[in-house]
């Protein structure tokens, strides 16, 4: 429409224009679809990890090697993918307390056989984020292997509290504590425990942060007063026991 306006005598001649809203669109038509997802328990092996390095996996040098066997992990959604064995070597008799330290784990990394922290693995991949607890328990004193189970009495078995990694975050780890073993096989010792949210994915355990602290970190105390038979191997077992919860 035309408008008209004087403005300091003059004649101002404008135009207003009528602004036109927004129009709704209508609805032609409605129909639904359907999203679906099936969830599955993976129930593989998984493969070992540097417990100083979690995104680099590791294999035994030689499972088969009677002095260091090593099976295959554990099958499921909560396993245990490997365990070292713990070798204190040859030592010589002293008048006095001793404690000994057990060697670096050897593992193959890369086909190269690289020296770590004595560790042992668990991989959770329930979905279920319930929790786990480790324990161990050592299967008697350790005993001679010439044939006459002579035990090294008084000796203790103990462990530093290990150092968990993954490539999980670091707010999902498991607590862990350093324990000394009960050689007569009546007590478990728990190693480590994920609560209620925790411990998802896979943790290697390693006795020392560092290699350098791992060859300190696994220690056999064995006293004066103990009898020693030169020239033979002691030897025992440890049963490490891996929980569906931590309590």
């Given at each position: 429409?035309?408008?008209?306006?004087?403005?300091?005598?003059?004649?101002?001649?404008?135009?207003?224009?009528?602004?036109?809203?927004?129009?709704?669109?209508?609805?032609?038509?409605?129909?639904?679809?359907?999203?679906?997802?099936?969830?599955?328990?993976?129930?593989?092996?998984?493969?070992?990890?540097?417990?100083?390095?979690?995104?680099?996996?590791?294999?035994?040098?030689?499972?088969?090697?009677?002095?260091?066997?090593?099976?295959?992990?554990?099958?499921?959604?909560?396993?245990i993918?490997?365990?070292?064995?713990?070798?204190?070597?040859?030592?010589?008799?002293?008048?006095?307390?001793?404690?000994?330290?057990?060697?670096?784990?050897k593992?193959?990394?890369?086909?190269?056989?690289?020296?770590?922290?004595?560790?042992?693995q668990?991989?959770?991949?329930?979905?279920?984020?319930?929790?786990?607890k480790?324990?161990?328990?050592?299967?008697?004193?350790?005993?001679?292997?010439?044939?006459?189970?002579?035990?090294?009495?008084?000796?203790?078995?103990?462990?530093?509290?290990?150092?968990?990694?993954?490539v999980?975050?670091?707010?999902?780890?498991?607590?862990?504590?350093?324990?000394?073993?009960?050689?007569?096989?009546?007590?478990?010792?728990?190693?480590?425990?994920?609560?209620?949210?925790?411990?998802?994915?896979?943790?290697?355990?390693?006795?020392?942060?560092?290699?350098?602290?791992?060859?300190?970190?696994?220690?056999?105390?064995?006293?004066?007063?103990?009898?020693?038979?030169?020239?033979?191997?002691?030897?025992?077992?440890?049963?490490?026991?891996?929980?569906?919860?931590?309590?």
């Amino acid at each position: 429409m035309k408008s008209y306006q004087v403005i300091g005598g003059t004649l101002v001649f404008g135009l207003t224009l009528l602004a036109a809203g927004p129009v709704s669109a209508a609805v032609s038509g409605t129909m639904n679809s359907t999203t679906d997802v099936t969830f599955t328990t993976d129930v593989t092996v998984t493969t070992p990890l540097n417990p100083l390095d979690p995104t680099t996996p590791v294999t035994a040098v030689n499972p088969s090697d009677p002095n260091d066997p090593h099976a295959a992990g554990t099958s499921g959604p909560l396993s245990i993918d490997y365990v070292s064995n713990f070798h204190f070597g040859s030592k010589v008799i002293t008048s006095a307390n001793a404690t000994y330290y057990a060697q670096a784990d050897k593992v193959l990394q890369n086909a190269a056989t690289v020296d770590v922290p004595n560790f042992i693995q668990v991989t959770d991949k329930r979905g279920t984020n319930v929790g786990w607890k480790l324990s161990v328990k050592q299967n008697g004193q350790l005993k001679t292997t010439d044939g006459n189970n002579t035990p090294l009495t008084n000796a203790v078995l103990s462990f530093v509290a290990g150092t968990a990694r993954s490539v999980t975050d670091v707010a999902y780890a498991p607590a862990t504590q350093a324990v000394s073993l009960d050689p007569t096989g009546t007590d478990s010792s728990t190693v480590a425990t994920a609560t209620s949210g925790k411990g998802m994915g896979t943790w290697a355990i390693g006795f020392g942060g560092t290699l350098t602290e791992g060859r300190s970190a696994v220690s056999l105390y064995v006293p004066m007063s103990t009898a020693k038979v030169t020239g033979t191997t002691y030897r025992t077992s440890l049963t490490w026991n891996l929980e569906d919860t931590p309590n």
